[in-house]
């Protein structure tokens, strides 16, 4: 049986959003057993009324606002660390959390560890194809500078995650620039695109940000700080396209009816787009799955989040990342 902690404290929402989400998991998974960590008024009484599930109580919470390793190093028993803690014990195989990213991150490279020869661990996740194919996108905001061997094992992570999670056979990565030639980009990109083009056939060059939606490539790869300014620009936008078409659905009874018609492709839509539907971002590099929810997470994502754990602990995705982290040296 799969085991997989989950932080019931983490998120913007009350934990009962997350305690459902754990609920509707189990209840798509019978091969799934639950650690819930949390205030214990909170996950005992959730665990003593759910077979699959266990309670491991924590004291502390690691808010949004906090700095990460500051707060991870002086609260030891939040929900957290101590989730991190349970997957170092070996009492579950895999955590999810939709509380402070760098603390997550901090946590789990201190307490899990990184994978062998990894230099950063990376947030990785998908994007949504105009053809319905998936593109693994990382790093989308733990490292906000990255150095052009740090971009090269990125690239490798990503092909992995690509290998593991959606069966793509040969991975071909893009690296994000303004512009497809590769003397475009800051002196930062043409570096990475010199470093990348000597690191295997499976680069191709350049992409541009239109190229995000496409579905073009199977891996595109930047720098934390660009990913991360991508991907809230494409939440934005998704939410920005909901809340105009909604305005727009009040004008006349006409456009209403044809809004209503689409209501669930513009929900699909906004799922993909925010990551919901994937529950959230895989931080890669660490020896143990952890996936990594939106602060403004919701039932289904919490469902997703961590159904998705499940399969990347299923799928021996640490093991792979690792084989072609050697493959690549």
Not at 54 to 71: C, F, N, Q, W
Not at 101 to 106: D, K, L
Request: net charge positive; charged share 20%; aromatic share 6%.
């Amino acid at each position: 049986m799969t085991r997989v902690c989950i932080d019931a404290m983490g998120g913007d929402e009350k934990p009962k959003v997350v305690l459902k989400g754990v609920e509707e998991a189990l209840a798509a998974d019978s091969d799934l057993s639950v650690v819930v960590v949390g205030d214990a008024e909170v996950v005992e009484p959730f665990a003593s009324s759910h077979k699959r599930v266990k309670a491991l109580v924590s004291t502390e919470h690691i808010g949004m606002g906090e700095h990460p390793a500051e707060a991870v190093r002086t609260k030891k028993d939040s929900s957290i660390v101590r989730g991190c803690g349970a997957v170092r014990a070996g009492d579950v195989d895999g955590f999810f959390s939709a509380g402070a990213t760098g603390a997550i991150f901090v946590a789990a490279t201190m307490s899990i560890g990184r994978i062998r020869g990894v230099k950063r661990p990376a947030i990785a996740s998908f994007l949504p194809g105009v053809s319905g194919k998936k593109t693994v996108f990382l790093d989308m905001g733990a490292n906000a500078d990255a150095r052009p061997e740090m971009m090269v094992q990125f690239a490798r992570m990503g092909r992995a995650y690509a290998k593991a999670v959606l069966g793509t056979e040969n991975p071909r990565v893009a690296l994000l620039s303004n512009g497809a030639e590769k003397t475009k980009g800051s002196e930062a990109v043409i570096a990475a695109h010199d470093a990348l083009a000597s690191a295997g056939p499976w680069f191709v060059g350049n992409c541009e940000g239109t190229d995000l939606l496409l579905g073009r490539f199977d891996v595109i790869v930047t720098d934390g700080f660009t990913g991360n300014v991508a991907l809230k620009s494409i939440e934005g936008t998704a939410k920005f396209i909901l809340k105009y078409v909604k305005s727009v659905a009040y004008a006349s009874k006409r456009a209403g009816l044809g809004a209503l018609i689409l209501k669930p492709a513009f929900l699909d839509l906004a799922q993909e787009l925010t990551g919901e539907g994937y529950g959230g971002a895989m931080l890669l590099g660490v020896k143990a799955p952890v996936l990594i929810g939106h602060g403004a997470t919701s039932v289904p994502a919490v469902k997703n989040g961590t159904l998705a754990t499940a399969r990347a602990v299923r799928a021996n995705l640490v093991a792979k990342v690792a084989s072609e982290l050697v493959a690549g040296s």
